[in-house]
């Protein structure tokens, strides 16, 4: 057994040398091994900047407003580059969450009723320490309406607080029903069409701070129902300004998009699984109304948005529900500034469904439209923690409308 042991030492060591002193000889050594490196590396530096790393497409209806973006906002006219070892759209959407940090945000937790007898958790960032706005009384607001199951704890949630908070701002993030640990006191969550808990949200948040300006920016869903409450309410609305990201315009797109093979197995199947889970959380109230054993048996968001959202809504069918719930077609009705962000590579909103064509014919709506950035990843940089395009423009863009707004009436 020694013996053994010995002899296998010995080969190991052996092969080990000869890997060193021949085959790296070899293939590096002659010039073809570095060569071949060197040639790959010049090829995908070409490929990157010739194909991948392009300027945006900014859409709008109106010069004006264009020309304010491009004035104020220099970062819709410069070239986004992605992060070159992970620039695919699937791939920025499935590493976001791992790789961008999460930076520490202390909230003061608030309840508020609605009509129904339900309550929505808000969470404030009222930021006291505010330089540049130290009067509470008019230090601007953001509020901030995260994705389908997200709550004020999301990377891309905490980096606009962290952006925020740099310029002197108060934030308040709109955590959908049941979503953040409380307690659902009725038979009911939340959906992209409905627009009552937004409504409710932004009435509390402008009779509580009546002279600070307020803005809001959503994402993913979130987004969804930004947009379609600004389409419903065109200039009836306490807001300045919106912004929205990665947004699914057209809901019948977006599930054809989500129920192909490979982004079933990676995206759809598990976010049908987190609104199981959401849903079975408050079984005890929902299944007075609801098949609850039914629902949890869906296996994509089409068979859990038949079986509950849809329902729950009071819609006839799924299909006057994502109809409902598609921004797209209602976009014209917006009368406030709103910038939209989305990725042409975005499995959750495809491409070919962007609202161009509306955004054309409405002076109030620019579609900032990147080759690359997946869904609400827009990661940048070598290695991309602790920003990125994404939060660029929002910073930018929050900024120049606060202190520049006044450019922007009558457009």
């Not at 060193?20 to 002659?30: I, P, R, Y």
């Not at 791939?91 to 608030?110: D, H, S």
Request: net charge neutral; with cysteine; glycine share 6%.
């Amino acid at each position: 057994m020694i013996a053994l042991d010995f002899n296998l030492n010995f080969l190991t060591r052996d092969l080990s040398l000869y890997l060193e002193n021949h085959v790296k000889v070899a293939f590096f050594g002659s010039g073809v091994g570095l060569s071949l490196v060197l040639g790959f590396s010049a090829a995908y530096v070409c490929y990157y900047l010739s194909s991948v790393a392009k300027k945006p497409q900014l859409v709008t209806g109106g010069e004006k407003f264009c020309h304010f973006l491009k004035e104020h906002c220099p970062v819709v006219s410069e070239t986004y580059y992605p992060t070159f070892w992970c620039w695919e759209g699937r791939i920025q959407t499935l590493i976001r969450p791992f790789i961008t940090a999460k930076p520490w945000v202390e909230y003061r937790n608030e309840f508020i009723k609605t009509a129904d007898g339900g309550q929505i958790s808000l969470d404030w960032f009222d930021n006291d320490d505010s330089v540049y706005y130290p009067d509470t009384a008019s230090r601007p607001t953001i509020l901030l309406l995260p994705g389908l199951t997200g709550t004020s704890r999301e990377s891309y949630i905490l980096h606009m607080i962290q952006q925020s908070d740099a310029l002197g701002y108060r934030c308040v993030v709109l955590n959908n029903r049941g979503v953040s640990g409380e307690r659902l006191l009725t038979p009911r969550t939340y959906c992209a069409a409905n627009t009552e808990d937004l409504e409710t949200v932004i009435d509390h948040i402008q009779s509580t701070h009546s002279a600070a300006p307020l803005l809001a920016a959503g994402v993913s869903m979130g987004g969804m129902i930004l947009a379609n409450y600004l389409c419903q309410k065109g200039r009836e609305t306490s807001l300045r300004a919106a912004a929205v990201f990665s947004a699914a315009w057209d809901v019948f797109e977006s599930t054809a998009s989500l129920e192909k093979p490979l982004n079933r197995f990676l995206f759809n199947s598990y976010l049908t699984s987190c609104l199981q889970a959401s849903v079975n959380r408050h079984r005890q109230i929902l299944e007075k109304l609801f098949d609850i054993d039914h629902v949890m048996k869906a296996k994509t968001m089409r068979e859990f948005d038949e079986r509950f959202t849809s329902i729950m809504f009071g819609y006839a069918t799924n299909k006057e529900y994502y109809k409902a719930a598609s921004p797209c077609h209602k976009l014209k009705s917006v009368q406030i500034p709103v910038l939209c962000l989305n990725a042409m590579d975005d499995v959750f909103s495809p491409g070919h469904a962007f609202p161009v064509e509306a955004a054309k014919q409405n002076p109030n709506v620019a579609l900032l439209l990147t080759s690359h950035g997946g869904h609400i990843g827009f990661l940048e940089g070598i290695w991309p923690r602790h920003s990125t395009y994404m939060d660029r423009v929002f910073k930018q863009f929050m900024q120049t409308v606060i202190e520049q707004g006044s450019e922007l009436e009558n457009l």
